[in-house]
């Protein structure tokens, strides 16, 4: 079973983005293998399926990694703007509008499943490397990597930034006791709301730098005395049926949703 049957293509289109950051979380091989057994419904000129993919983790991924040159990513914009508008298919004689076809469904489909990807061609320059490391033969053209996994953009970013309203439909946005929770609040560096900022005190660095601009800062707690109060007890009961479980990044979990009553 897909793990988001209710998706449509139109809403796996606008979700899919490309996700540079991932987390530790391992990928469940039996939805990668689905995904790719339904991608072979991409369709292709002559119907030839002319793509080949390999799955690279662990051991494996790390040596391709020892093995690539950084110096040669400086070169990497230009080569694929460079690209851009060349009638690539004419010279190679290659069927590139499949590969295109291809990624496009495997994306799509990682979507469904709750995975995000990023398409990186610029693999392409470690061909010597990659050919090696997983035994290409001289038919095959190494077209793109595609970088897989559970997305985690708070991991891979330098400040993760709440942004809320103090009050909406007169419920307050800050509160002691949160009715599901997604992300540990210490990993969250600052609140933004119309009052002010509020600093995570483990960001001294933040907190000083926003201090010398001039930003209006404030305790975490002060902030969360200018909400209006709850307007009734708002939680479901704590043996009503689990609706959904929120899972961390590392696949802990941590909360449940429980079925509102009434
Ligand atoms: C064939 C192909 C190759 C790509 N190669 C790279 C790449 O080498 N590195 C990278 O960071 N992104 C790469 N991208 C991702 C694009 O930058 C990205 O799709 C584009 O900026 C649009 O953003 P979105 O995918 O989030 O909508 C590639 C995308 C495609 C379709």
Redesign the pocket.
């Known amino acids: 079973m897909p793990a988001n049957d209710a998706l449509s293509v139109a809403e796996a289109l606008h979700r899919r983005?490309?996700v540079?950051a991932f987390s530790d979380r391992p990928i469940d091989r039996a939805v990668l293998a689905r995904v790719f057994a339904d991608a072979q419904r991409a369709p292709s000129g002559g119907n030839l399926q002319p793509w080949q993919v390999t799955v690279v983790t662990g051991e494996r991924w790390e040596r391709v990694l020892r093995g690539a040159d950084p110096r040669a990513m400086r070169d990497?914009a230009d080569t694929?703007r460079g690209k851009i508008g060349r009638p690539v298919a004419e010279e190679d004689d290659v069927q590139w509008a499949d590969m295109g076809m291809w990624?496009q469904s495997v994306m799509l489909l990682l979507v469904e499943h709750g995975l995000a990807s990023?398409?990186?061609?610029?693999w392409a320059m470690y061909g010597a490397t990659i050919r090696h490391e997983l035994e290409l033969g001289d038919d095959q053209i190494l077209f793109?990597g595609l970088a897989i996994g559970h997305a985690d953009a708070a991991a891979g970013a330098k400040l993760a930034i709440v942004v809320t309203p103090l009050a909406t439909s007169g419920w307050p946005r800050l509160v002691d006791r949160v009715t599901c929770r997604t992300t540990p609040g210490a990993h969250i560096d600052a609140v933004v709301t119309e009052a002010g900022i509020a600093i995570n005190p483990r960001r001294a660095d933040l907190l000083e730098r926003a201090r010398q601009a001039g930003l209006p800062v404030m305790p975490l707690e002060a902030m969360r005395a200018l909400c209006p109060p709850p307007r009734g007890p708002g939680r479901a009961g704590g043996d009503a049926p689990v609706v959904a479980v929120c899972e961390y990044r590392d696949g802990r979990v941590i909360d449940l949703v429980r079925q509102v009553p009434g």
């Open positions: 983005r490309s540079r990497v694929i990624l990023c398409p990186q061609e610029c793109t």
